[in-house]
């Protein structure tokens, strides 16, 4: 076992990455006789950006503070923290994908292909959460009752809400969307429980 330092090092890196690959998306129109027209025009890829901003800015204020009530980290629960960062890096291409067609024909399966991998991040986070809180010695004493008991089944609201938000975008691509920023917001009220190596938020 070792200290999870660098794990959560090398997991901002990959946040960080992930949070300014998104922009890269937002771009100059051509339109000189109608310019306002042109970036209004924009509005998905500008909703796509804010929603997928703020969906990975949260996940790394919440990833913080369940790494702050982490003493140790072992080789699996290395390996779920992968596989939670490989949903994370490549949202900016569903994000990508969701901006250019959300408000086309094809929007139904951008929107739930964007969906999906929030699902898949959910679950992923949840899955790493629920290790560290059942394999004694990696959490902060107290802290894996705490989780267990309150944040890790909180969290769990959120796998079913990505679903319905892709079956919802073969409905209502807009609602979808909205349904994603909606529990951007829940959870950026969901504070881990439990005190970690630091001092708590």
């Not at 076992?1 to 890196?13: K, L, Q, Y």
């Not at 204020?61 to 890096?89: A, I, K, M």
Request: aromatic share 12%; no cysteine; glycine share 10%.
């Amino acid at each position: 076992m070792h200290a999870p330092g660098r794990t959560e090092a090398f997991s901002d890196g990959v946040f960080a990455i992930a949070i300014t690959l998104l922009v890269l998306d937002l771009h100059v129109p051509d339109a000189r006789p109608d310019l306002l027209g042109a970036l209004a025009a924009q509005w998905p890829h500008y909703a796509a950006y804010a929603v997928s901003f703020l969906t990975i800015g949260i996940i790394w204020v919440n990833h913080h503070g369940f790494v702050d009530r982490l003493q140790r980290v072992n080789r699996p629960l290395l390996f779920l923290n992968l596989l939670f960062l490989l949903f994370v890096s490549v949202l900016p291409f569903p994000t990508s994908l969701l901006s250019q067609f959300l408000d086309g024909p094809q929007g139904p399966i951008a929107a739930a292909v964007y969906s999906a991998n929030m699902a898949a991040m959910g679950v992923a986070f949840g899955a790493m959460v629920g290790y560290a809180s059942r394999r004694r010695g990696l959490l902060a004493e107290g802290a894996a009752a705490a989780l267990t008991r309150g944040y890790l089944v909180r969290f769990a609201f959120g796998s079913p809400v990505y679903v319905l938000a892709a079956a919802v975008a073969f409905v209502d691509t807009r609602i979808s969307l909205a349904l994603i920023a909606g529990l951007a917001v829940y959870y950026a009220l969901l504070t881990p429980p439990g005190r970690g190596r630091g001092p708590g938020e």
